[in-house]
T-cell receptor, first 115, second 113 residues
Framework: AQKVTQAQTEISVVEKEDVTLDCVYE???????LFWYKQPPSGELVFLIR??????QNEISGRYSWNFQKSTSSFNFTITASQVVDSAVYFC????????????FGDGTTLTVKP | NAGVTQTPKFRILKIGQSMTLQCTQD?????MYWYRQDPGMGLKLIYY???????DKGEVPNGYNVSRSTTEDFPLRLELAAPSQTSVYFC????????????FGNGTRLTVT
């Protein structure tokens, strides 16, 4: 069985602060992908990034960075110098190679960035 | 590109009524999914399909039915609506392959009273 845990239900920061969203996963698959999705207040779900189980190289894209550590089964997401527009619900998801393409989602972390 | 299109955006049903949520995608994706999102919760898989003519149950299929007669369309049917089905419903599609992300529709907000 697959499981994704986002222990932080809500986070509130002031603009320009850095913030890290945690994601811990469980899977028996040896090949899998991890994803982050963003759901802004308007409600749509948007894909942000993916990382495969064989690539532990961390990635930076502008103000966003992702830290994948297989040893701790974690795929954390950091926003540097947060902005009000970053306010959203962020979902971590896991997709295994033996699961007919089904994704397992965490319960999401609601990030509020205050001006 | 339209992507994944869901209709309607909002709907209010009375207990016991039935309705169909429509979902269509124009990306020629084989895999399609229906999720529900309850307040403060993640996405729970209702049904999924790996191709036309093939459907299977997800985590929370009770009270729902689906069909997949074409690659493009994946309607979700609610029979005998109950208050517990009040939720936001998302349709999604993806290419075959573990590395493919989900493409979501904009959601349908359903209230059963």
């Amino acid at each position: 069985a697959q499981k994704v845990t986002q222990a932080q239900t809500e986070i509130s920061v002031v603009e320009k602060e850095d913030v890290t969203l945690d994601c811990v996963y469980e899977t028996r698959d040896t090949t899998y992908y991890l994803f982050w999705y963003k759901q802004p207040p308007s409600g749509e779900l948007v894909f942000l990034i993916r990382r495969n189980s064989f690539d532990e190289q961390n990635e930076i894209s502008g103000r966003y960075s992702w830290n994948f550590q297989k040893s701790t089964s974690s795929f954390n997401f950091t926003i540097t110098a947060s902005q009000v527009v970053d306010s959203a619900v962020y979902f971590c998801a896991l997709k295994g190679g033996t699961n007919a393409g089904k994704s397992t989602f965490g319960d999401g972390t609601t990030l509020t960035v205050k001006p | 590109n339209a992507g994944v299109t869901q209709t309607p955006k909002f709907r209010i049903l009375k207990i016991g009524q039935s309705m169909t949520l429509q979902c269509t995608q124009d990306m020629n994706h084989n895999y399609m999914y229906w999720y529900r999102q309850d307040p403060g919760m993640g996405l729970k898989l209702i049904y999924y399909s790996v191709g036309a003519g093939i459907t299977d149950k997800g985590e929370v299929p009770n009270g729902y039915n689906v069909s997949r007669s074409t690659t493009e369309d994946f309607p979700l049917r609610l029979e005998l609506a109950a208050p517990s089905q009040t939720s936001v419903y998302f349709c999604a599609s993806t290419q075959q392959g573990v590395n493919s992300p989900l493409h979501f529709g904009n959601g349908t907000r359903l209230t059963v009273t």
